[in-house]
């Protein structure tokens, strides 16, 4: 043995970096990956070194640029889909230990290590080492279909097949729903076929699509339609596919102005009209136990939606990724 050198078996515990990357949003389509100090963990608070974080559809404006954001974003922001391991603990910190795996609940998650309170993490078991979770993000999903209620022979319309149309396809037609899966790409919809949807429909012609889902459900309508693009027209042919007495579900997140619906048609038929959005950090994290005890048992299969790997580096090139959505696309993860 050199001297200095431990011997076998001995197990060393590298000392942390005193700095990390971070991706930064410095103005509209303009990102750059900078050098900051590792963020120390406070009272009841962890530090996690992450692994990666999915890119939210809800970036895609703040990328784009409006006029109500301002620039420069704050280092690792918005990044809110992030998991890894636990590096550090702060004061009073209980039932967590260094080493341990987690997705968590914050907002700089675009950067090599990020910083939460103990409370907004989830544990994430031995089960799904290895497998990424962008637990935000699957939550969503569990927590739009708890809201929505698919029930076993309803016909339920999903319009729009991104990452969350199509693990919204996958929980429905698990639950024994018959699934019809709207979108304008073809690749999506053959995500939404391989996801157990029964009927895939593109929506250029409007007319027409919503002249097939009257066609599949003999004249009514589907029980329960369930938008998940965020945008008016979408919004608007969601209500025309919704049947007497049905519920139309917005899961979509319309951040980019007012939107108008049309309430005659939402009065005259009944329509139950839910805002499948969670604010509650509670609901947030009981739906990331949720997707994660349904991965393990087979009920939920996010991996092949997972289509792109982009460096923490190329932060810019994966919220492109999101704005083109190029044949193939459905999730970006952003890794370090």
Known sequence: MTGGAPSLGTSVRAAPPRTMRAGLIAGPRTARAIERPLPEPGPLEVRVRLEGCGVCGSNLPLWEGRPWFAYPREPGSPG???WGRIDALGAGVRGWSVGERAALLSERAYAEYDVAP??????????L??????????ACAVNVVRRARPARGETVAVVGIGFLGALVVQLAARRGARVVALSRRPFALEAARRAGAAHTLETADRRATVARVLELTGGRGAECVIEATGLQEPLDLAAELTAMRGRLVIAGYHQDGP??????????RGLD???????????????????AAAVIRGALDPTPLYTHRVPLAELGRALDLLRERPDGFLKALVVP
Do not use: C, S, T
């Open 80 to 82: 809110h889909e992030g």
């Open 118 to 127: 103990a409370d907004r993490l989830v544990r994430l078991p031995p089960a």
């Open 129 to 138: 080492d290895g497998l990424p979770f962008p637990g935000e993000a699957l």
């Open 259 to 268: 939107r108008r619906v049309d309430l005659q048609l939402w009065n005259w």
């Open 273 to 291: 009209v839910i805002n499948a959005h969670e604010r509650d950090p509670a609901v947030y994290l009981a739906g990331m136990r949720a997707a």
